[in-house]
């Protein structure tokens, strides 16, 4: 790794930062991703999505993606 982006990276984390956010999966697409962007609510509990696309889909049907 480069030095400048070493050092970036030092000074964002002194930011407070963080270079690993908790990653969590979409149920609708099943794709990685960084937890808490883009969220929906459903029997208490808070699911995350990739896109808004696939937050539409999750709200119109959540009961078919938040038993898998």
Known sequence: MSKKIQTLI????RLGY?????KT???VCNM??????????????TYSFCSEHCK???????HKFADQ
Request: overall charge positive; proline content about 6%; glycine content about 4%.
């Open 10 to 13: 030092k000074r964002l984390k």
């Open 18 to 22: 963080s270079a690993s956010k908790p």
């Open 25 to 27: 999966v979409d149920v």
């Open 32 to 45: 990685r991703i960084e937890e808490g962007i883009i969220t929906s609510q459903y029997n208490s509990k």
């Open 56 to 62: 539409m889909q999750f709200d119109a049907e959540p």
